[in-house]
């Protein structure tokens, strides 16, 4: 099972500020990242600009889009990064999120929809493709140092 573990944003991570223990904590999330990548169990990871670097785009109909310049309010509600893991289950995820090396903050954790929960929805055929990409994703996939 593959998971999300969504970093959410605070005001110093909106500011787009690193705390002053910086260097500690990079070396920190060197650590913990290449722990999970000898584990197998990291496919990708990374920070995020503020969100004033970014932009929404919502929809009102196909093609019919308005976009919105960041910042955006709400910080609690906004993510600074993620973890893309995979898992057994949902209780070695959570043992890896509880193991991140955070002071504070919070971390959210949500499962990814897999090939096989469109069974019935999709043909055999998209599932298959499906499964081909998140193969190739996990076969590319960082490798510890």
């Not at 223990?21 to 503020?50: H, Q, S």
């Not at 990064?81 to 955070?102: H, M, N, T």
Request: aromatic share 8%.
């Amino acid at each position: 099972m593959r998971f999300l573990m969504i970093v959410k944003a605070t005001p110093l991570s909106e500011r787009g500020e690193f705390p002053p223990d910086a260097e500690r904590m990079f070396a920190e999330m060197a650590e913990f990242n290449n722990e999970m990548i000898r584990a197998g169990v990291m496919l990708d990871a990374a920070g995020l600009k503020p969100s004033s670097a970014g932009k929404r785009i919502r929809f009102a109909g196909r093609g019919n889009t308005v976009v919105t310049d960041g910042p955006f309010a709400a910080t609690n509600e906004l993510i600074s990064g993620y973890w893309v893991i995979q898992c057994k289950d949902v209780d070695e995820a959570l043992s890896w999120a509880q193991r991140a090396p955070f002071d504070d903050g919070e971390i959210e954790l949500r499962p990814f929809h897999e090939p096989e929960d469109f069974a019935g929805l999709v043909s055999d055929e998209v599932i298959a493709e499906e499964q081909g990409w998140r193969d190739e994703q996990a076969k590319n996939a960082p490798k510890a140092p």
